[in-house]
C-alpha cells in the first residue's frame, strides 16, 4: 500500500497524467467535431481521469500532513534543531569586529518584516515566518481539485439533458416521455423533477441592447398549481431553478390533432421544423395512429408555408393547413385540411385538426452538481491564490560566538518552488552585517 501511495504522489506520474488528460480532450473533441459527451464518455478518459483523480488525493494528503506537522511545530526549535543551527548553519554570515550585535539582529528583522513576515526577537535569536494561514494555500487548492473530479463524476452519474417541444400556451411534465432527445446518467432519479415546463409566450425577434437574440419563450416551471419560476429564456439567459437549467434550443410549428374514433379520444401535438431549402415545415416523426383491426395508420404532414416573393417567411401561415400522406396497407393518399377539418384514418377513426401554432424546442438539464462545482472552483482559487501570493515560509537567524568572533547563523523552510527565499535571507544577513540593514 506504501509503494502505491509513492507512486500516486510522484510529481512524475502527475505530469504524464496531465499531459494524457489534456492530449486525450484536445484530439477527442476534435475528431468527434465537438460532440463532448461522446468524446467525454470513452472507458479510456474515465481511466485517465480517475487515475488523475487518485494522484491528486494523494499528493493533497502528503501536503496536508505536512501543512498539520509544521502548524503544530510553528516556528518553536528544538534543542537539537538549535544545535544543528549553532554548529552546521544553512546561511553564515561573519560580523566584522566592530558590529554591535544586538543591532545588527533588529536590522535583520526590519528587513524580514519588509519581506512581509512576522518577525519575533529574542536574546540572541530571530525567527520570521509568514501567518500560519499560508500553510493552508496548497492543501486547500489540491483537495479542492480532488473535489472537483468528484462532484463532475457525481453529476455525470446522475444528471439528465435532453430536448423537449412544448407548444407556446400549454405544458409538459418533466417525464421521460416528453423529450424527443435524452441523456440519462444510471443513476438519474426515475421520477425526474416532478415540475411541469410551460411556454407561455414566444418572442420570435426578441431584441436586448439592440442585439437581436433571436427567438425567445417565457418559460415557466409550474410545481402542482404553484408557479415556482419564470424566466425569458434566450442565448446567454437560462432559467435557473434549483437543479434544472432550461436554455431556448430552436422553435417550429405545432399542430394539434384528436383521434376521433371507436375508442376515447386521444389529442396529439405534431412539431414542424422549418427548412432554408423548402416552404413546407416538415415533421420530424409521422403520426403512427392505432387502426380498428388491431393494425397501425402511418399519417405523414407538413404545413405549407406563405411566401412572400421568394422567400418563406418562418411564420403561421394566415391561413394554415396540413398537407397530409396517408399509408393504409402499403396504398398512398395524400390531401389537405384546415382548422376544425378532419383526416380519415380507416375503421371509422378520424384525425381533426384543431390548432397550429408555435412552439419552442427548449434544452433541458437536471444537473443538481452546477453549484457545487461553482462552489468548488471558487475554494480552489482562493487557494491557489492563497499559495502563490502567500506561500509558508520561515527563517531562524542566530547570534554565535566562537574563536573566530561573532557569526549570524541561520536555516530557512520554505515550498520547493521558492528557489530564491534562501539567498535572499543570505542577502538580508549580510547587508545588515555590514551595515546595510533596514533602518527605522
Known amino acids: 500500500m506504501r509503494r502505491i501511495y509513492n507512486l500516486l504522489r510522484s510529481r512524475t506520474l502527475a505530469f504524464w497524467l496531465i499531459g494524457a488528460f489534456v492530449a486525450y480532450s484536445a484530439v477527442a473533441t476534435s475528431v468527434t467535431e465537438g460532440d463532448f459527451a461522446r468524446a467525454y464518455a470513452n472507458p479510456l478518459f474515465y481511466a485517465i481521469a480517475t487515475a488523475l483523480a487518485l494522484a491528486t488525493g494523494a499528493c493533497a494528503w502528503e501536503r496536508t500532513a505536512g501543512a498539520a506537522r509544521a502548524w503544530r511545530t510553528g516556528t518553536s526549535a528544538s534543542a537539537a534543531f538549535v544545535e544543528r543551527l549553532a554548529s552546521t548553519p544553512q546561511i553564515a554570515v561573519a560580523l566584522p569586529s566592530e558590529a554591535e550585535a544586538g543591532s545588527v539582529l533588529q536590522d535583520v528583522g526590519r528587513s524580514l518584516r519588509a519581506m512581509r513576515l512576522r518577525v519575533q526577537v529574542g536574546e540572541g535569536r530571530l525567527v520570521a515566518a509568514t501567518p500560519r494561514i499560508a500553510l493552508l494555500g496548497s492543501p486547500v487548492f489540491h483537495w479542492a481539485l480532488v473535489a472537483l473530479f468528484v462532484v463532475v463524476a457525481a453529476g455525470r452519474l446522475t444528471r ?16 421521460a416521455s416528453s423529450y424527443g432527445t435524452l ?183 437536471d444537473d443538481w452538481s452546477v453549484y457545487p462545482l461553482y462552489a468548488v472552483l471558487a475554494i480552489a482559487v482562493i487557494g491557489l491564490a492563497l499559495a502563490l501570493l502567500l506561500p ?39 547587508r545588515a552585517a555590514e551595515g546595510k540593514g533596514e533602518r527605522p
Open 160 to 175: 439528465a439533458e435532453g430536448l423537449m417541444g412544448v407548444p407556446v400556451g400549454s405544458g409538459r411534465p418533466d417525464v
Open 392 to 430: 509558508p515560509k520561515a527563517v531562524w537567524v542566530m547570534l554565535v560566538e566562537s574563536e573566530r568572533g561573532t557569526s549570524l547563523h541561520a536555516r530557512t523552510r520554505q515550498p520547493r518552488s521558492e528557489l530564491v527565499f534562501a539567498s535572499a535571507v543570505g542577502d538580508v544577513l549580510c
Open 183 to 365: 441523456e440519462e446518467g444510471i443513476l438519474h432519479d426515475a421520477d425526474f423533477t416532478g415540475l411541469t415546463v410551460r411556454v407561455t409566450e414566444l418572442r420570435r425577434d426578441h431584441v436586448v441592447a439592440g442585439v437581436d437574440r433571436g427567438a425567445a419563450p417565457l418559460v415557466e416551471l409550474w410545481r402542482g398549481d404553484t408557479r415556482v419560476a419564470r424566466h425569458l429564456v434566450y442565448p446567454n439567459s437560462p432559467l435557473r431553478y434549483g437543479s434544472m437549467l432550461v436554455h431556448a434550443n430552436a422553435y417550429g410549428l405545432s399542430a394539434r390533432f384528436t383521434l376521433i374514433g371507436p375508442a376515447e379520444e386521444q389529442t396529439t401535438d405534431v412539431f414542424y421544423d422549418f427548412s432554408a431549402e423548402s416552404p413546407v415545415v416538415e415533421a420530424y416523426s409521422p403520426l403512427v395512429v392505432d387502426s380498428a383491426d388491431g393494425g397501425t395508420v402511418t399519417v405523414q404532414t407538413g404545413i405549407p408555408l406563405d411566401i412572400t416573393g421568394d422567400v418563406a417567411p418562418w411564420v403561421v401561415p394566415a391561413e394554415p393547413r396540413v398537407a397530409w400522406t396517408r399509408i393504409v396497407d402499403g396504398v398512398e393518399a395524400t390531401g389537405t385540411v384546415g382548422l376544425g377539418e378532419s383526416i380519415d384514418v380507416g375503421g371509422g377513426a378520424t384525425l381533426r385538426l384543431d390548432d397550429v401554432g408555435y412552439y419552442a424546442r427548449l434544452s433541458v438539464v
